[in-house]
């Protein structure tokens, strides 16, 4: 079965530091999206994107969250200055038509 | 997107069907009812959606009451490899639209 990959699994950074999340779709998806989880909590969405642009975002994906299709295959989001709280498991999903959505195995971040 | 809710936790003997209710009594009719399950913190796994319908896969089956204000999630045999967290969710059909993770029910298959 095709799978969602993400890439590092495990992320560690300093406070105030940039971060990228890196994540390979399903090749022929056309939704993308990110959710993180902190520890012991409820799965949170982050972003929606689609047509290389920004469907929906939720409250937590302020001016320090960016998400990107910079080549067509990859989709990142990017942290432009790290805080203690963006401590958490990010996962990448993406969607076709038939409204399954496809989560990939996440990234650890972690804020020192 | 309409609320769910679910029993915090359940258990099943392996080899027997688990069936996971779900109640949501203010679904709207253009709203879907998905499942979802998480195994210990990895990504989320889709297992079958509906309108109001019955449906069957290979993973699952999902029963709809009549006027859609609950489901049951089945799986048949449950095996070790199902103790998860299962979320059902409900949200207007089509794959622009958020997820809207709730608290899930952690199902625990025991031996």
């Known amino acids: 079965e095709p799978e969602v990959t993400q890439t590092p699994s495990h992320q560690v950074t300093q406070m105030g530091q940039e971060v990228i999340l890196r994540c390979v779709p399903i090749?022929?998806?056309?939704?993308f999206y990110w959710y993180r989880q902190i520890l012991g909590q409820k799965v949170e969405f982050l972003v929606s994107f689609y047509n290389n642009e920004i469907s929906e975002k939720s409250e937590i994906f302020d001016d320090q969250f960016s998400v990107e299709r910079p080549d067509g295959s990859n989709f990142t989001l990017k942290i432009r200055s790290t805080k203690l709280e963006d401590s958490a498991m990010y996962f990448c999903a993406s969607s076709g038509l038939n409204e399954k959505l496809f989560f990939g195995s996440g990234t650890q971040l972690s804020v020192l | 997107d309409a609320k769910t809710t679910q029993p915090p936790s359940m258990d099943c003997a392996e080899g027997r069907a688990a069936n996971l209710p779900c109640n949501h009594s203010t679904i709207s009719g253009n709203e879907y009812v998905y499942w979802y399950r998480q195994i210990h913190s990895q990504g989320p796994q889709y297992i079958i959606h509906g309108l109001k319908n019955n449906e069957t896969n290979e993973m699952a089956s999902l029963i709809i009451t009549e006027d859609r204000k609950s489901s049951t999630l089945i799986l048949p045999h449950a095996t070790l490899r199902d103790t998860a967290v299962y979320y059902c969710i409900v949200r207007v059909g089509g794959s622009n639209y958020k997820l809207t993770f709730g608290k899930g029910t952690l199902l625990t298959v025991n031996p």
């Open positions: 090749s022929n998806h056309l939704y």
